[in-house]
């Protein structure tokens, strides 16, 4: 299993992140770091490894973040 990490530019947009990748269920597990909460690892199979940077970018459009 492996992850995905970005940060968000800002952390007011954590409640907007998640809610938007919500939309697209069981492609994977995002968790905020604890003493980072603008950092968030997003766990994923490596077959939907792809699926979610898709997804990914189509959020970038109302969320800014990197990909790290």
Known sequence: MGFIKIKLKKRKDIVKFNFLYS?????????SDKYNP????IYTTD???????KVLFRIKN?????II
């Open 23 to 31: 939309l697209h269920q069981h492609l994977g597990w995002p968790r």
């Open 38 to 41: 603008e950092q968030i690892y």
């Open 47 to 53: 077959d939907l490894f792809d699926i979610n940077k």
């Open 62 to 66: 109302w969320v800014s973040f990197d």
